[in-house]
Structures are given as structure tokens and as C-alpha cells.
């Protein structure tokens, strides 16, 4: 589906998915840690945004393997 929208394959390699994984739990454990602290909203935006991105992109664009 992304190729016929893109016109090129958009795949990412689990290399880079483990990666980006690992990328959005450390942002969602700061998320949590800064909340719990009650810390400055804009910090949350960040890590929360972070994080909710890149586990958007790892459910949407397909794992090559």
C-alpha cells in the first residue's frame, strides 16, 4: 500500500525497528518518570510525542525479513 502511494518500497529492517523500539520505551519510561515527578509539561510533549511517533511509525511501516 505505502508503494503505491510513495512509488517506492518503504520497508524498515529489524535492525532499525529493535532500534527504534528500544528508542520509543527509554522516551516512554522519561515520559513516565517526569510525569511522576510532576516536572514541566513541556519535557512530557517531548518524550510523550517521541514516543508516540515511533511506535506509530513501527505499526504502520512494514518489518523486511
Known amino acids: 500500500m505505502i508503494e ?3 512509488g517506492s518500497p ?3 529492517s529489524p535492525l532499525m525497528a529493535t ?8 522516551a516512554g519510561y522519561r ?3 517526569v510525569w511522576k515527578a510532576e516536572g514541566p509539561r513541556v519535557q ?3 518524550f510523550g510525542l517521541i514516543a508516540a511517533v515511533i511506535l506509530l511509525v513501527l505499526g ?3 518489518v523486511k525479513g
Do not use: D, E, K
Open 4 to 6: 503505491n502511494l510513495t
Open 10 to 12: 518503504l520497508t524498515l
Open 19 to 26: 532500534t527504534l523500539f528500544v528508542i520509543a520505551c527509554l
Open 31 to 33: 515520559y513516565r518518570s
Open 44 to 46: 512530557l510533549w517531548i
Open 60 to 62: 504502520l511501516v512494514p
